[in-house]
């Protein structure tokens, strides 16, 4: 099933194409294509060109810099964007952090940072989880003690977050700590922004399995964080956390990434050889890749229905969990497909990642040598945002009713 469009949206949706053709950088297509780490240069130039546009941040009201496009607009832009291989946007700033200024911030914040988000001069990362505080958020400890000196009243943070993503690009962090550790869990929480560069603020590597770096351990002793970076109400935290959770959740799901990445499974399965004849002529691979394009037709379907719900005035809910679990399900099993497809090929990502095997010299649509690396990439789909099975436990009470 594809997507129908109104003239108007098909008007639309051309023109989005065309913007990509002539915008998206080449070189930056191809590592999206083939799965190969992107560079902070690369995510800030991808940026810039959508800012040039006025298209960065689909969901912001035009006021603010949006493009004043609804939810069926930003979901074709997005569904084009995917099949074109241009990159995600970074999150952090543009869809998670910007909905709630502009919901929850005070008309200073809005008028502070959102251009700068927009403009790229801050670069945010997310401080929610600490060692101990994942699945269970409301568990974090990081404390934040208000408090008066003659530079004016402020708050003074100690304790550490982790799992950081891109946190060694970024100046800025915005994050959840605790102002009142006598309340009930998630009463006691507020929600800070962090200037990284003030004393007291360390960054730490973690290294990932598929060689990456991408996530990071932060450290605060003795932050001070001006009063005026408390976003919404003191101790009422919890309310933004949460806010911004459903907009991290849809944006994980990426149908788009997932009709791309199927597109590439299909190829390699025509390109790789068992038994001299293709994959994709083998009956018991034939049969998963038909199971999973099945399962992507429906996830498609289900998008679109959240999409109609979005566009009639609802707010992202419990079908935001739904779509989580599936479109991660979904794309982890595209990516065990294509290592799956490899065979031994599959055990050397590092020398493939080199140029080794799996190079498709053609540098065609079968192009290989990042799939392990990716398949082991992915694993992380079904964990941040929330983890799967915290998503079903949503899914189970809030739509089941258990
Ligand atoms: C690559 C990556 C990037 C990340 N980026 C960020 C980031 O930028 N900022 C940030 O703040 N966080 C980030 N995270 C953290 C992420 O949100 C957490 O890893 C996630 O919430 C799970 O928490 P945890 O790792 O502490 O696992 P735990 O909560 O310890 O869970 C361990 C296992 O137990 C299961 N489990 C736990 N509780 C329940 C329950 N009640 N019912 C059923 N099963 C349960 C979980 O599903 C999981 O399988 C990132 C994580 C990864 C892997």
Known sequence: MDLVFSPSQEAFRLEVRRFLEQKLPPSIAEKVRIGEELSKDDHERWHALLDERGWLAPHWPVEHGGPGWGVVEAAIFDHERALAHAPMTVAFGVSMLGPVL??????????????????????????????????????????????????????????????????????????????????????????????????????RPIRLLDGSYEVNEVFFTDVRVPIENLVGEENE????????????????????????????????????????????????????????????????????????????????????????????????EINALVRRALGPQAQVFFEAADGGDGHDPAGGPTDTRFATATYFNMRKLSIFGGSNEIQRNIISKTIVGL
């Open 102 to 203: 502009i919901k929850y911030g005070t008309d200073a914040q809005k008028r502070h940072w959102l251009p700068r988000i927009l403009s790229g001069e801050d670069w945010w990362c997310q401080g929610y989880s600490e060692p101990g505080a994942g699945s269970d958020l409301a568990a974090i400890k990081t404390r934040a003690v208000r408090g008066v000196d003659a530079a004016g009243e402020h708050y003074v943070v100690n304790g550490q977050k982790t799992w950081t993503t891109l946190g060694q690009h970024a100046n800025m962090i915005f994050c959840l700590v605790r102002t009142d550790p006598s309340a009930k869990k998630q009463r006691g929480i507020s929600f800070l922004l962090i200037d990284m560069n003030t004393p007291g603020v360390e960054v």
């Open 237 to 332: 935290g919890w309310t933004y956390a949460k806010y911004l959770l459903t907009y991290e959740r849809t944006s994980i799901a990426g149908v788009g990434e997932s009709m791309a990445a199927f597109d590439w499974l299909r190829a390699v399965a025509g390109r790789l050889t068992e038994n001299d004849r293709p994959l994709a002529q083998d009956p018991l691979f034939a049969a998963r890749i038909a199971r999973v394009e099945i399962e992507l037709e429906n996830m498609k379907t289900t998008n679109l229905r959240v999409i109609a719900a979005a566009a009639a005035g609802g707010a992202p809910g419990a079908e935001s969990s739904m779509i989580k679990v599936r479109g991660s399900e979904i794309r982890q």
